[in-house]
């Protein structure tokens, strides 16, 4: 192909697994923004791709020429493109990847941009006397709105009419009172001044009160830094957080909220509706269909959405007004992503909030230690909530020493009597056990066999509801059979236990009273979670069983009993993290104790009664103990001290990912860095998974300078080592999983 003269080039991203960008040639008539998607041929096939640099000076003299510019203004605006290079290189993943995670499906597909419709009063419509409709209220109220916003779109409609707006809308279009406008949501103008009011539930305690002065006095303050509010389970944090928003929408700002889990969202949704009565208020996770992420995406682009609430990747929701980011349960594991792009969303956060040069406040019970050390280091402020507010008051924790208690599926005699007695008050009990299923070992009694995954080599869990056995690693199933598949025996047993196991010997032992279990095999139907719950808000008395998804956030009035089953393993982990994560889990899931008048009480089973992180936890509560774990951490230059990353390679081949990975650490260890420490090449603690094997090598430094400067070398020699038989890397910066 002969080059025509007057061509520009661009540079363009993929979503590929590619660390570079690739250049197209593209007309002179079409005017290309960084930020706008753009279909490209590549091989044989068209894709999207999104526009990184324009005017670009190619070092090829032919090119291919784009062939559609789907976008006419960025789908990524400049700020958040700024973020996204910049966490591409922090994480050492490819721009392209990046790039598309940031978007709704629906845009990361080619798909264009949705018109926003608007609604307006037609000439009728604003020349109908006033209270013409005054029969049909909801109409006279869409009318009256629509001529005072001057233009309304969905979401302020929805707003105010609820779900079934739509109806109303249809009845005055009939009448031709009303018409939808489409607009390019990129030739919006700002939002209309919407009316602003507060609805709060309850006057701040002093407590609360002093916490909300000494946020507004540090968000004033000309250096920004991020706030820790390290304030106890039930301490009313989010009323705090509710107070702290309000100036802020009140100047015509939007606010980030990020949570860690969708399950939390319908309840933290309808309690900021409450409190904003006039303010659009949405979620985003990935519980929504792709129309509404993109509705949503669109809406806080374009200003009309105040408030997003949203788990980890809406970190990336663009905002036209950004007056604030909120992280609640900051510590929380699942702000890190496990797949593809692993990133952490609460640091992702904090740069954003940074960039923008606006506040950003996060919220726990249990902090990070990352954000602890932060504190120290005088990088965030600290702010406590030490008490809760009204009668409630935070739970007694024992622990019950199970040495010598007779136990039946894991629950011990005092702990029976003790539920019987809070069951007999009219109260409710929860049980906490962190396995799902119904037993982790299904064996052979005769000839010693047991259920092993042929995908991952390690022990699959009994389902007895569903009659299979599961792989927790790699989701793989079997049906189980009536007989050994070795010796055919036909006893076949089970050890050790999940909560399907409790469930049944609490039905046994508790035939009177229901028994709700909640784990992600017992709420996978949509709104069968909800269902549950509202049973336990009933106030009747229950016995819940649950898995972590029971830890957080949840609000019980009645739960005056909380059992935590296993402790013991966590306390011998090979995981450095793993006494963090056990203090979190075990102060989280306390704190659903006693949130009503009822005292509450917590009784922890422990074979362990004198392990030292346990009874500093007790006697000393969070912050002392997360203090003892620091200083662990410190003598061994463990994050959040030191940094690390790790580089996994995995293949379905065992010597051809071993001939990688030794390639590799023979290369690194060539290079011979004072600053950086290796540890491996060597097998993954899972070391098979999902049929691949797995290995893998860390890096460790003291300076996180020096640890990316090594891991530039790193991409650039593993780039270069070739890969067979589908040999797959990644580099994972701040790992949180090993
Ligand atoms: P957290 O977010 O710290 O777990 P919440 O904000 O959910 O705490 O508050 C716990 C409970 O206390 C809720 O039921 C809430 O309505 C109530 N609460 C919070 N602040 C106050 C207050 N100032 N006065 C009375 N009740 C309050
Ligand atoms: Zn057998
Ligand atoms: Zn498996």
């Not at 035939?511 to 009747?540: A, F, M, Q």
């Amino acid at each position: 192909m002969s080059k025509e003269h007057p061509t520009k080039a661009v540079r363009v991203a993929i979503q590929r697994p590619l660390y570079k960008l690739l250049d197209y040639a593209c007309d002179v008539d079409i005017q290309p923004k960084p930020g706008c998607r753009v279909k490209v041929s590549l091989g044989n096939s068209v894709i999207t791709g999104i526009i990184v640099e324009t005017d670009v000076e190619s070092e090829f003299a032919t090119l291919k020429p784009i062939i559609e510019l789907i976008d006419e203004s960025p789908v990524i605006d400049e700020k958040l493109m700024g973020l996204l290079h910049w966490s591409s290189s922090y994480y050492f993943h490819p721009l392209g990847e990046v790039l598309f995670h940031a978007l709704p499906v629906d845009l990361r597909k080619g798909k264009s941009v949705p018109k926003v419709e608007i609604w307006n009063a037609t000439s009728a419509g604003l020349e109908l006397p006033k209270d013409e409709l005054k029969r049909a209220p909801k109409q006279q109220a869409m009318l009256d709105y629509v001529i005072q916003k001057d233009g309304a779109d969905a979401n302020n409609l929805k707003q105010l009419l609820g779900d079934n707006w739509r109806n109303t809308s249809r009845e005055l279009i009939k009448k031709e009172l009303i018409a939808i406008e489409e607009i390019d949501p990129q030739k919006l103008t700002a939002p209309a001044t919407h009316v602003f009011s507060v609805n709060p539930p309850h006057q701040l305690t002093e407590e609360q009160q002093q916490c909300l002065t000494d946020i507004d006095a540090h968000f004033n303050e000309p250096k920004l830094r991020p706030i820790l509010l390290h304030g106890i389970t039930g301490s009313g944090k989010t009323e705090v957080y509710l107070s702290v928003i309000a100036p802020i929408l009140k100047a015509k700002k939007q606010v980030l909220v990020l949570i860690p889990e969708i399950g939390l969202t319908p309840q933290l949704l309808s309690r900021f509706r409450q409190y904003f009565p006039d303010s659009n208020i949405d979620c985003l996770h990935s519980g929504l269909a792709d129309g509404e992420r993109t509705r949503v995406w669109l809406g806080a682009k374009t200003g009309s959405i105040d408030i997003v609430i949203g788990t980890r990747s809406a970190v990336f929701t663009p905002l036209l007004n950004p007056g604030m980011i909120l992280i609640d349960e900051e510590h929380d594991a699942s702000f890190k992503q496990q797949e593809g792009f692993l990133y952490q969303g609460r640091d992702m956060a904090i740069k954003r909030a940074h960039d923008l040069g606006i506040p950003i406040l996060l919220g726990s019970a249990t902090p990070s230690l990352e954000s602890l050390y932060n504190v120290e280091k005088e990088r965030y402020h600290y702010l406590r909530l030490n008490n809760r507010p009204g009668a409630s008051n935070p739970p007694d924790i024992a622990l019950q020493d199970i040495r010598t208690l007779p136990l039946d599926a894991g629950i011990s005699s005092l702990m029976m009597t003790d539920i019987r007695q809070h069951l007999d008050n009219n109260n409710q009990v929860m049980l906490f056990l962190n396995r799902r299923g119904f037993a982790p070992v299904l064996m052979c009694q005769d000839c010693g066999w047991h259920a092993v995954c042929s995908h991952c080599d390690m022990g699959m869990t009994y389902h007895a509801s569903m009659g299979k056995v599961i792989c927790h690693h790699c989701g793989y199933e079997e049906r189980v059979k009536s007989t050994c598949p070795d010796c055919n025996s036909t006893k076949l047993t089970t050890q050790g236990q999940g909560t399907e196991r409790i469930e049944e010997v609490l039905n046994t032992h508790f035939p009177e009273t229901p028994v709700i279990r909640i784990d992600r095999d017992s709420t996978s139907r949509k709104g069968s979670l909800e269902e549950k719950l509202e049973l336990v808000n009933s106030g009747e008395p229950v016995i819940l069983i649950g898995t972590q998804m029971l830890t957080k956030g949840h609000d019980f009035p009645k739960l005056t009993l909380v059992g935590i089953l296993d402790v013991d393993q966590a306390l011998f982990s090979m995981d450095y993290r793993a006494h963090e994560r056990l203090a979190q889990q075990v102060l989280q899931v306390a704190g659903r104790a006693g949130r009503g008048a009822a005292k509450g009480k917590v009784i922890l089973q422990t074979s362990q009664p004198q392990h030292p992180m346990l009874l500093s936890l007790l006697s000393q509560g969070y912050a002392n103990t997360a203090q003892q774990i620091l200083n662990e951490r410190k003598l061994w230059n463990y994050p959040p001290l030191g940094c690390q990353a790790l580089v996994r390679v995995n293949a379905l081949d065992l010597q051809l990912a071993h001939n990688f990975i030794s390639t590799l650490g023979a290369d690194l260890a060539a290079i011979n860095s004072e600053k950086v420490m290796l540890l491996g090449p060597m097998p993954s603690p899972l070391a098979r998974r999902a049929k691949r094997y797995r290995f893998q090598l860390l890096i460790s430094a003291e300076k996180r300078g020096d640890l990316h400067g090594f891991l530039h070398s790193v991409l650039s020699i593993i780039s270069k080592i070739r890969k067979t038989g589908g040999v797959r890397w990644v580099i994972d910066v701040d790992p949180v999983d090993f």
